[in-house]
């Protein structure tokens, strides 16, 4: 049983350049979470999708961010003309459900972005 | 608004050495309590988690934790730490019937062989 699969595992880009982040979750996981963390922080919550929705993107920046989680593929999380502070690793999740007592998220190897 | 807190940014103990990892958190409901651990250049991996029931939680690798409740705190504790121990570790705190997991900023501990 695969876990939470994201590529790529690093990604380079200047400034200026768009980053697209792949993540699947697991198999049977109609919930996925990104994290972003910045050097020497804890990972901070970006957004929750389930399938073709947009459930929670309280902490995605306003501008240049955006997710997207279609009926078929993978999650996207594609950051428009990044910039130097964007450089970060960025985690996905998955969970089977939410809303019970006991939300269990699965984490991704993560991909580090650097902006150069 | 909730927050994790691990006060110890880095630690550095010898092989053997025991070791405590400090975790409190501020919420007053239902939580559920994480502690990750981070190897360097890979991604998070769970080491033990509380949902509910007995308070002294024992997870992978002889780590274990201990939730007390009066206190908002949940330490992770190892006897005797070894050189593989090296990493990054990180509690988490989930209110219980959401989806948003609040991570402290990490402890790096590094052990020396």
């Known amino acids: 049983n695969a876990g939470v699969m994201q590529n790529p595992r690093h990604l380079v880009r200047r400034r200026g350049q768009e980053a697209r982040l792949r993540c699947s979750p697991m198999?049977?996981?109609?919930?996925v979470y990104w994290y972003r963390q910045l050097p020497e922080e804890g990972l901070k919550f970006m957004v929750y999708l389930q399938k073709e929705n947009i459930i929670d993107e309280s902490g995605m920046p306003k501008e240049r961010f955006s997710a997207e989680f279609p009926k078929e593929g993978p999650s996207i999380l594609r950051i428009q003309q990044v910039v130097r502070g964007d450089s970060a690793a960025y985690f996905c999740?998955?969970?089977?459900?939410?809303?019970?007592?006991?939300?269990?998220?699965?984490f991704g190897p993560g991909t580090r972005l650097t902006v150069l | 608004a909730q927050s994790v807190s691990q006060h110890n940014h880095h630690v550095i103990l010898s092989e053997a050495a025991s070791l405590e990892l400090g975790c409190n958190y501020s919420?007053?409901?239902?939580?559920?309590l994480f502690w990750y651990v981070q190897y360097p250049g890979q991604h998070l991996q769970l080491l033990l988690k509380y949902f509910s029931g007995d308070p002294l939680v024992k997870g992978i690798k002889g780590f274990e934790a201990e939730f007390i409740k009066s206190k908002f705190s949940f330490n992770l504790r190892k006897p005797s730490v070894q050189w593989s121990d090296t990493a990054e570790y990180f509690c988490?705190?989930?209110?219980?019937?959401?989806?948003?997991?609040?991570f402290g900023t990490g402890t790096r501990l590094k052990v020396l062989a």
């Open positions: 919420y007053g409901g239902t939580v559920n």
């Open positions: 999740a998955s969970s089977p459900s939410t809303g019970n007592l006991r939300n269990e998220q699965f």
């Open positions: 988490a705190v989930n209110d219980a019937g959401t989806y948003k997991y609040i």
């Open positions: 198999k049977g996981h109609s919930h």
